[in-house]
């Protein structure tokens, strides 16, 4: 992989902050140049957050409009962000929350993921995390190594 570009959106205090840093330093781990941009609102549960990460094996400086991956952990994500698809682009939606179909739709149950592992419903960030890193092809092992520091 050379390029990649993410998105991935849901609501404040869905962990759309954390998700996405730990996006970016999982492909540093890859030995790509990684550049993180958040974008969230100043509530503390119910607002619009959605961070974007764009890694490359060459240097980069900013983001660029374009995504591969969009992440939606809610309805407005998909509103917000599909369009941003590459031609190719996938949208992975959490099938126990959202009912969106679409041809670039992955639907993926990721709170029942959560929920099989005793988990907590902020954790479906972690369980989108595993999806994006398993559809670009990446070590496993790296993922999981940043996932418990």
């Not at 983001?63 to 369009?83: G, K």
């Not at 009912?99 to 993926?108: A, G, Q, V, W």
Request: proline share 1%.
């Amino acid at each position: 992989m050379t390029e990649a570009s993410v998105v991935i959106g849901g609501e404040a205090g869905d962990g759309i902050r954390a998700a996405g840093n730990l996006i970016g330093r999982i492909f540093n781990r890859h030995g790509l140049y990684s550049f993180v941009r958040d974008d969230y609102q100043s509530l503390i549960r119910g607002g619009h957050n959605y961070s974007q990460v764009r890694a490359s094996s060459e240097k980069i400086w900013s983001q660029r409009r374009e995504a591969d991956i969009v992440v939606a952990l809610d309805e407005r994500s998909i509103e917000n962000h599909e369009d941003r698809l590459e031609e190719d682009g996938m949208l992975i939606v959490d099938s126990d929350d959202l009912d969106y179909e679409s041809k670039r739709t992955r639907s993926m149950p990721l709170t029942s993921m959560v929920e099989d592992v005793e988990g907590i419903e902020i954790m479906r960030n972690s369980a989108a995390i595993g999806a994006v890193a398993y559809f670009y092809g990446l070590n496993l092992e790296i993922v999981n190594d940043l996932m418990n520091q």
